[in-house]
């Protein structure tokens, strides 16, 4: 190239490189017709030695669209969310879109803030996994035209719009109960913090399935906060140490699944010596190692390790958020809506051990 230039090239450089009027350069672009074949070659031949890029910022915006969506979830790095997020991503991509994506760790300050920088950089509809129960903040951006839908929980009291969830309470039924029909009747609950939506519906769904087989709940049996490795193997070293144990435990979700199965192996380690049997030995001292587990939330060597689990679809639930956010962009303004898509019960070994047989303690 004889030319010296600063910045990105134009349409306008293209033009003079080719030797043809700014009209035909846009029209090439665009892929209108009107140009003939010879002509669009030589565009396309400085568009290739210039290094041009055509800008689908301006072009969108002139249709009063970004040609962009935003999504906050709770953790980037947590294998559910992930899993959702790239759900989200290839159907964006499947409408043209990009997709900007934020976590808000949990905190509601946080999630407002970068709802609402998505906003400022005009994106067409935001998909938000909440983590506060306060979203009057979303009103002006609905009323300037934004859409919006809701995943895994749903948005605060006063603020209508479309949910997408799974059936928390029916999953921790179906795992407790699971529990319950091998035998268990001293079935603790470990969950995350009570005020997140899901965990209370799980910890709802734990205490039907014992109402339903004719048991008393009992706060002892229950500890919930964040899945912390000192805060777990406090709970289980508290619910373990009681004068009636439980002898199956229900998790609450994958990460307190996996903390579960780190602090129970801790546990079991300084009380017997070395852990070499792993996290269900065949035979462990009662109380410990003995236990019987399903976990809410499938996760990596699960399968593996025979973990029972009930397991959610995050991608199935990103992609029908995605799906119904994009209906909407189209013009649907129907009702709004809520969808609850199904969990599954995972058989593989560890809920399905019988408790041991009680000894007298008189």
Excluded: W
């Amino acid at each position: 190239m004889g030319e010296t230039r600063r910045g990105r090239p134009t349409m306008n450089d293209v033009a003079a490189a080719a030797g043809v009027a700014l009209k035909t350069v846009s029209r090439v672009v665009n892929n209108e017709p009107g140009v003939n074949a010879a002509t669009a070659l030589r565009v396309h031949a400085a568009i290739d030695r210039l290094g041009y890029r055509r800008n689908d910022s301006a072009r969108t915006l002139r249709r009063g669209r970004t040609a962009s969506i935003g999504l906050v979830i709770e953790d980037a790095a947590d294998v559910f969310y992930s899993s959702l997020s790239r759900a989200v991503e290839e159907t964006a991509l499947h409408h043209g879109c990009l997709l900007f994506t934020g976590s808000s760790q949990e905190d509601a300050a946080r999630e407002r803030d970068l709802v609402l920088a998505f906003c400022a950089r005009r994106v067409d509809g935001l998909i938000i996994v909440p983590a506060g129960t306060d979203h009057t903040y979303l009103a002006p951006e609905f009323e300037a035209g934004t859409r919006a839908v809701f995943a895994d929980r749903p948005p605060g009291a006063g603020c209508e719009a479309d949910v997408v969830l799974s059936d928390n309470v029916g999953g921790a039924r179906a795992g407790t109960a699971h529990l319950i029909a091998h035998g268990h009747r001293r079935v603790a609950f470990l969950g995350d913090l009570p005020r997140i939506f899901t965990a209370a519906e799980r910890l709802r769904g734990y205490r039907e399935a014992l109402a339903a087989a004719g048991l008393p709940y009992d706060e002892g049996l229950v500890a919930m906060g964040p899945a912390e490795p000192a805060r777990m193997r406090a709970d289980l070293t508290r619910l373990l140490g009681a004068s009636d144990p439980p002898t199956a435990l229900l998790t609450g979700n994958g990460r307190t699944t996996v903390e579960t199965l780190r602090a129970l192996a801790s546990i079991t380690g300084s009380a017997t010596g070395p852990a070499t049997t792993g996290a269900f030995p065949d035979r462990a001292p009662p109380g410990l190692g003995g236990l019987a587990l399903v976990g809410f939330d499938d996760f990596e060597l699960a399968d593996l390790l025979g973990v029972t689990v009930v397991a959610q679809d995050p991608a199935r639930l990103g992609r029908t958020a995605a799906d119904l956010l994009f209906l909407r962009l189209a013009g649907d303004d129907g009702p709004v809506t809520r969808f609850e898509l199904p969990t599954r019960l995972i058989p593989r070994g560890s809920g399905e051990r019988p408790p041991p047989p009680r000894r007298d303690r008189g």
